[in-house]
């Protein structure tokens, strides 16, 4: 499929679970903030709730409404063929989300969605990266809170340090927020497919082509009391440090030996050991099918942080990057992480693969390798912070 015969499409972007927590919330966003004249749908399983969806959207904003279940791959591929980006909130994603990314990759669409399930997305590498990069549709996964922050701090962080040399880069991720019944439910997903995700990554390592003469690793760190940001800073297991490590390897920028390290940061001790604690727990949990499914029960497909709650929420993310003789400090910074930025990430994301002139790429590519730049810009311009702290 054609360059041109993408931009044929009725639509710029599709919003595909337009109904959820966070797809609502995105939807919002567009309507707010879209182009005047961006031809956008919203989609979902039940045309009853995406019209009351419609409903609550501003007065004239012209979106269309597209019926697609994931159960059933015609209405897939039918929503594909429709637009120029398809931007997905259906999760979790290992649950749901294969037949849209094969639809898509298929149909030369761009895709993105709001995954931070590690193993989702080794499994659509290993299964369609080779024919999106056939039809040249970008696979963007991980575009909300997990991972734009991370990726594109790393990246602006890479870029005020010298060319051609190591680079090392640690993150350190405060926040104070809560997340919703979809994100909760991918969590403990996750949680319980430790031997999965394993070998997912194995089988994707398999498939990848080896990076030749430069070197981009992502190692876990180890709890330690970080004197650089005067916080204690423990291993974040997310997807974040996988997927910083991928621009690494796909951008010269970073570097012929690069390390990223990707740490929780806590001011006190004892919240430190908590959060250990907590998560243990949690992990152990989601190994017990019952418990599991005990757990799933407290929050439910839907429910979400209030707008009251979610006003309060704040996130940080704070860099250290050095190099080449120089030491930078740098972070990226806003609201509630988990919703209203992510919404605001998601949807900018969207846009900037639908509207702005981006780098060749193609198959499954990281937010700061497809969109970079431009989406640092787009974001500031959003009301999200990135800045340089101070450097040496
Ligand atoms: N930090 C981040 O990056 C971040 C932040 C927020 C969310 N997320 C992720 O985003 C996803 C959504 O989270 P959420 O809490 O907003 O989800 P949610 O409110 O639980 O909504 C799930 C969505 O999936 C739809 N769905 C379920 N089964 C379907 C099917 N068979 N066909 C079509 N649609 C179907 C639901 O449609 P109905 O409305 O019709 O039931 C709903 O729109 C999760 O995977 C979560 O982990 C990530």
């Excluded at 039918?78 to 980006?85: C, D, F, K, Q, S």
């Excluded at 996988?242 to 012929?256: C, H, N, T």
Aim: net charge positive; proline share 6%.
């Amino acid at each position: 499929m054609s360059r041109l015969k993408r931009s044929d499409r009725p639509y710029d972007i599709v919003l595909f679970g337009a109904t959820s927590f966070a797809g609502a919330l995105t939807a919002q966003y567009l309507a707010a903030h879209g182009p005047d004249d961006l031809r956008w749908a919203i989609a979902g399983r039940n045309e009853d709730k995406l019209r009351a969806l419609r409903e609550r959207l501003p007065k004239g904003t012209d979106v269309g409404v597209l019926t697609a279940d994931v159960s059933d791959p015609d209405s897939l591929r039918a929503l594909a063929e429709h637009a120029r980006v398809v931007a997905t909130t259906v999760g979790p994603y290992l649950t749901y989300g294969e037949e849209l990314v094969a639809a898509c990759a298929d149909a030369g669409t761009d895709y993105l969605d709001l995954s931070g399930e590690p193993e989702f997305v080794d499994l659509m590498y290993v299964r369609h990266d080779a024919r999106a990069r056939e039809t040249g549709a970008r696979l963007v996964h991980a575009c909300g809170f997990d991972s734009v922050p991370h990726d594109l701090g790393a990246y602006f962080t890479v870029r005020q340090l010298p060319e051609g040399v190591p680079l090392t880069v640690d993150g350190f991720v405060t926040a104070d927020a809560m997340f919703s019944g979809g994100t909760f439910a991918s969590a403990l997903n996750q949680f319980a497919r430790g031997r999965q995700m394993i070998a997912a990554a194995r089988d994707r390592g398999r498939h990848e082509p080896r990076l030749v003469g430069r070197r981009a690793a992502a190692p876990t760190g180890t709890p330690r009391y970080a004197q650089e940001v005067g916080a204690w800073a423990l291993p974040l297991p997310t997807i974040d440090a996988q997927i910083v490590r991928r621009s690494a390897k796909a951008l010269e920028r970073y570097g012929p030996d690069f390390r990223y390290r990707h740490y929780a940061a806590v001011r006190r001790l004892p919240v430190a050991v908590g959060g250990v604690a907590a998560m243990g727990a949690l992990f152990a949990a989601a190994q017990v099918p019952p418990a599991r499914r005990w757990l799933s029960g407290r929050v439910r497909p839907g429910d979400g942080p209030s707008a009251e709650k979610r006003a309060k929420s704040w996130f940080s993310v704070r860099f250290v990057g050095e190099g080449g003789g120089r030491r930078v400090f740098t972070e990226v910074a806003g609201g509630d992480p988990g919703y209203d930025e992510t919404a605001k990430m998601f949807a900018e994301s969207a846009l900037s693969l639908a509207f702005d002139d981006l780098p060749e790429t193609s198959g499954q590519v990281t937010p700061a390798v497809a969109m970079g730049e431009r989406l640092i810009e787009r974001l500031r311009r959003a009301g999200i912070t990135f800045r340089v702290a101070s450097s040496r």
